[in-house]
């Protein structure tokens, strides 16, 4: 059935009463996130709606201290976060992108800056850089860094893929197509095109993320080109 009533379709589309989880999947592409008197950080700009008490405050330019205020401004690093502190229900969503939620026990994670959409606020969050001219051409230079217990969102273009890094079986991966990584394992980033191929138009397979060791890649069906802000 293609056609709705308007009861029908508000039925078909409404919100789920029953589950109230603090991170819930309420559509594959809308987060739902169930705050009581707690604080959570989220992308900003990623808020489509919300119910109850709820308080919005940019990410200070210094807050998390100044290392990561000069990490930010040598990267050109564009993801900014917003505290959403309260009681109520908040809705966050990314241009459509799938979103994924990770339940974290004492783990770390890295995750493309681009790709996390909340995370609790007791999570600590670091910026990584990849120190390479390669990856500054390549885009997408920068990952936040999570370590703690808590929940994680994590958005995608389309469904995912996991692959396992052993010591005998290292992943290569498109820069533009990595979303995120097992905390313990530090990415290479390296280029088998010369410098004169720079020269004319380039592609994202000129460029590879090596990744070896013990842990795991997550890979989506896309190849993301990010913008740096005008300064």
């Known amino acids: 059935m293609s056609e709705y009533t308007i009861g029908q379709f508000i039925e078909k589309t409404k919100q789920n009463e029953a589950e109230h989880d603090y991170f819930e ?3 594959p592409q809308m987060l739902e996130i169930n705050l009581d008197n707690q604080a959570v950080w989220t992308k900003a700009g990623s ?21 990561k205020f000069l990490k930010k401004t040598l990267t050109g690093e564009g993801t900014k976060l917003m505290k959403a502190e309260g009681s109520g229900r908040l809705y966050v969503a990314d241009s459509g992108k799938k ?3 990770l339940q974290m026990d004492n783990e770390s994670i890295c995750v493309n800056g681009n790709d996390v959409l909340a995370h609790d606020q007791s999570l600590k969050s670091d910026i990584t850089m990849l120190k390479s001219i390669a990856g500054m051409m390549a885009g997408g230079i920068f990952q936040v860094k999570l370590s703690g217990t808590g929940m994680v969102a994590i958005s995608t273009h389309g469904d995912p893929l996991t692959l396992l890094v052993t010591p005998d079986n290292p992943v290569f991966t498109d820069p533009n197509a990595t979303v995120a990584w097992s905390g313990n394992l530090s ?12 020269l004319g138009r380039g592609s994202g397979e000129e460029f590879q993320m090596k990744f070896s060791g013990n842990g795991w890649v997550l890979i989506q069906p896309y190849e993301e080109v990010y913008f740096q802000e005008s300064k």
């Open 187 to 198: 990415p290479e980033l390296k280029s088998n095109v010369s410098f004169k191929s720079l």
């Open 47 to 67: 808020m489509v709606a919300y119910t109850g008490n709820i308080k919005f405050e940019r990410e200070g330019m210094l807050s998390g201290g100044l290392g």
């Open 99 to 101: 979103v994924q939620i």
């Open 25 to 27: 999947l309420e559509k």
